[in-house]
């Protein structure tokens, strides 16, 4: 039986990392034209180690990668590469392919859906709003509410918690098998591998179910629940 599906969000909904690809060549783009003085693999590199030390969720990066040319701020450099990557980031955040649909097919069977992302609040559910979800997702538990990052059981069973189901009847749904997998099998949850998100090339998950579309998860509901 299956009465709940939980899904991280990013590279499981929406595709976090092309977005985040493409915001940032749009940013660097945006510094060089307005004087930063550096090789585009320089600065690409530069940003990498930034995000590797201090998170791909970090909102200073390009502060940072400034500072570190010039010892100190050049706010019109600054603003050029922020500007830029916001536009890019929301012309490029979308949902996978049949999410929608699949997602509506789900509330209609009687499903109840929640999002568990690692992710600060306010940036979950910037994502959310702008692809429009929040109109779907009443829950979405992360790591501000729990003080803890998947795999850690915590985040699992607030989720559970506040959807008021047990953990056999819930179907975690997540990219990153030692974190969604993992965590969520610890906990008792059934799970299922988005392999269409996958970007580490994973070939041991570990999971119940592999999905290569997202939809798929309308053939194990309609089978479990018959």
């Known amino acids: 039986m299956i009465s709940a599906i939980v899904f991280d969000l990013d590279n499981t909904l929406v595709d976090f990392m092309a977005m985040k690809r493409q915001a940032i060549e749009a940013a660097i783009d945006a510094m060089l034209d307005a004087g930063l003085d550096l090789e585009r693999s320089d600065i690409r590199s530069r940003i990498d180690v930034i995000y590797k030390e201090r998170g791909i969720e970090y909102q200073q990066v390009f502060d940072d990668l400034i500072f570190g040319v010039f010892n100190k701020i050049d706010h019109r450099i600054l603003a050029a590469g922020v500007i830029a990557y916001r536009r890019a980031r929301e012309a490029a955040l979308k949902p996978y392919p049949h999410t929608t649909a699949t997602l509506m097919q789900l509330l209609r069977r009687g499903i109840k859906l929640a999002v568990l992302s690692d992710a600060p609040s306010r940036e979950a559910w910037l994502r959310l709003c702008h692809i429009g979800f929040h109109h779907i997702f009443n829950i979405a538990v992360t790591f501000d509410e729990t003080g803890e990052r998947k795999p850690s059981a915590k985040p ?63 053939f194990i509901v309609d089978r479990e629940n018959a």
Not at 182 to 209: E, I, P, R, S
């Open 156 to 218: 699992f069973l607030t989720v559970l918690k506040r959807l008021e189901t047990r953990a056999a009847d819930a179907l975690m749904v997540g990219d990153w098998a030692e974190r969604d997998i993992a965590g969520a099998k610890a906990v008792g949850m059934q799970t299922a591998f988005a392999h269409y998100g996958d970007t580490f090339n994973t070939t041991d998950h570990g999971a119940d179910y592999d999905l290569m579309d997202i939809s798929d998860l309308l």
